[in-house]
């Protein structure tokens, strides 16, 4: 599902954001990725979403070579894949009804498949009672679970989540990992940076770190966390 073979990403003035990053994830797997500030996962993210482009090596996204893919492409290659963001990154001039249904407003849903999208996705995190508000009058978890739904109302095969709980106690933490696992349990493959090593560490899911721009660890967590 995603694949990097070698993968370098080298930024203007020399600074080597990847350096030689291999890995493969399988769909359906929900991986961790992790590692100091810096380290590399926001480039990482971005090449799988094409927000950059590497430097050289080869990175494969639902079966399509990034790098063949012309600027035409782009926007077609980023329906597939779904965003969540630390913080939310919502529009709070707009309902949750209406932020959720942004993405199918830009990809050309009629309204009515976009009405049942848009309600299956926000009872899907539980706030379905509260499309009508706006996101000032929620939670901060509870603006977090609206982020969420906007990135599956497409129902993309590929999650991608940056630092989804950094704002978050550890109770609603647990509560957006749930989330995350239940996309896994029907197949959607999911990708999430985080610096939240005990959270990590209690999921018991695949870990990657990266440490200046290298691989250095790919594995389930033993007894103690890799080195950072």
Excluded: W
């Excluded at 971005?46 to 926007?75: C, D, F, H, W, Y």
């Excluded at 290659?77 to 630390?86: A, E, K, L, P, S």
């Amino acid at each position: 599902m995603i694949s990097f073979s070698h993968v370098c990403k080298r930024y203007p003035g020399g600074k080597d954001a990847l350096s030689d990053v291999s890995f493969e994830i399988h769909p359906g797997e929900l991986v961790f990725l992790t590692g100091h500030s810096g380290a590399g996962k926001s480039t990482l993210l971005k090449l799988i979403m094409l927000m950059e482009r590497a430097t050289s090596g080869q990175v494969v996204v639902n079966g399509r070579n990034t790098q063949r893919l012309g600027r035409a492409k782009v926007p077609h290659h980023r329906r597939h894949i779904g965003v969540v963001f630390q913080n939310h990154q919502l529009l709070f001039d707009r309902t949750v009804y209406d932020n959720v249904a942004l993405p199918l407003q830009i990809a050309g849903f009629g309204l009515r498949d976009t009405g049942r999208r848009v309600r299956a996705a926000l009872d899907k995190v539980g706030l379905l009672h509260k499309e009508k508000h706006l996101p000032i009058a929620l939670s901060g978890g509870e603006q977090q679970r609206v982020g969420i739904a906007r990135a599956i109302v497409n129902k993309p095969p590929i999650l991608l989540a940056d630092e989804p709980t950094g704002n978050l106690d550890p109770a609603l933490s647990a509560e957006i990992m749930n989330l995350f696992e239940q996309f896994t349990e029907v197949g959607v493959t999911t990708l999430i940076a985080s610096h939240d090593h005990a959270l990590i560490k209690r999921m018991n899911k695949r870990v990657m770190a990266l440490q200046e721009g290298s691989l250095v660890y790919d594995d389930f967590l033993p007894a103690k966390e890799p080195a950072q």
